[in-house]
């Protein structure tokens, strides 16, 4: 592999780019490559490889080529340091995702309460911006609160990420709809939201909600829901 | 958590600082598994040309041999396909109930 791919897929990476590594298995070349401009006879693997997380190996002309997906790391933005936050946040981070709580009261986004987590105390539309979901975030509010969760919509509805929800009543989220839509978004941006969030598995407690939101980023990541 | 992501992360940026600081580098990569095998297809080992490495291929029972092969390869082998049938006790001793078989490339960053 030459020096100057082994730095591109290193900046990919920090760049949190969707790309794979391309090695002929005969040591003639190695490249970085995307789902769109892999060579045509690498394309399908190229794509499987990304999709199932794991390196694969393409035949093509006689030879063969493994293609290794290099994929940004699973994020959780949880806006709203509520109780159910606490499960959540514990729950996606054995999971695998790397969790942020997002909330300005500061009365509530304590060390003590979510210990180990990361805590951001901006307001969450400044918060969202910074943090800037790509195709591997989920985003989901938990205040109940518009002024807390509004905002954070409007930001996270302008990003790629790959899961945009919000915890309330199927009342209370026509509403939110509405307000958004009164805010700019067309039928299609309101179509990505999750509302009320969670799969229909009968939660009752905090840590029950937790599961079935937890169990619908999934789905939704692995392209399942 | 500790998970194959992080893990290549570090090795490919051992490997470039090598690169940088003028060392001969070489990366090892695993590119099949049959049966129960410690690490999985992509798993990554950085060499350089004092036999200093970062990452995993195995549990630890093919390094020495993958190593041993990374260094040909800076010297000026060309890039090579190493295959490794893991015996029972072998298997045991990184703590798998059988045995496995697991293919890595190897090849040097020029």
Redesign the interface.
């Known amino acids: 592999?030459?020096?100057a791919v082994?730095?591109e897929?290193?900046a990919a990476?920090a760049a949190h780019r969707v790309v794979a590594l391309a090695?002929w298995?005969?040591?003639s070349d190695?490249r970085v490559v995307t789902v769109d401009d892999a060579p045509p006879a690498l394309a399908a693997t190229v794509a499987q490889a990304l999709r199932e997380e794991?390196?694969?190996?393409a035949e093509v002309d006689g030879g063969e080529v493994?293609i290794?997906?290099?994929?940004p790391?699973t994020r959780l933005i949880l806006v709203g340091a509520v109780h159910i936050a606490e499960p959540l946040a514990a729950m996606a981070?054995l999971a695998?995702f790397a969790v942020t709580i997002v909330d300005p009261r500061r009365a509530w986004a304590t060390a003590a309460r979510f210990p180990g987590q990361t805590l951001d105390g901006r307001w969450p539309d400044d918060a969202i911006a910074a943090l800037a979901p790509d195709l591997r975030t989920a985003v989901v509010t938990l205040t109940h609160d518009p002024k807390l969760d509004d905002p954070a919509l409007i930001a996270a509805l302008r990003t790629p990420a790959f899961y945009v929800g919000c915890l309330g009543s199927q009342k209370t989220h026509a509403a939110r709809r509405a307000r958004l839509a009164a805010a700019g978004f067309d039928d299609a941006a309101l179509a990505r939201l999750r509302g009320p969030v969670g799969l229909r598995i009968g939660a009752r407690s905090p840590a029950e909600i937790a599961v079935s939101i937890l169990g619908e980023i999934i789905a939704s990541l692995r392209g399942a829901a | 958590m500790a998970d194959a992501t992080h893990d290549t992360g570090a090795v490919l940026a051992q490997a470039a600082a090598w690169k940088a600081a003028g060392k001969g580098v070489a990366i090892a990569t695993v590119v099949r598994t049959w049966g129960s095998s410690p690490r999985p297809a992509g798993s990554k080992l950085a060499v350089d040309d004092t036999g200093a490495f970062v990452g995993s291929v195995s549990g630890g029972c093919i390094e020495a041999a993958v190593i041993t092969a990374a260094l040909d390869v800076i010297a000026g082998a060309p890039a090579q396909r190493l295959g490794f049938g893991v015996s029972d006790a072998a298997a045991w001793e990184v703590g798998l109930a059988c045995g496995g078989k697991v293919e890595v490339f190897v090849e040097a960053v020029t």
């Open positions: 592999m030459k020096a082994l730095a897929l290193i990476r090695t298995l005969d040591g190695a794991r390196a694969l190996v493994l290794e997906p290099h994929l790391p981070a695998g």
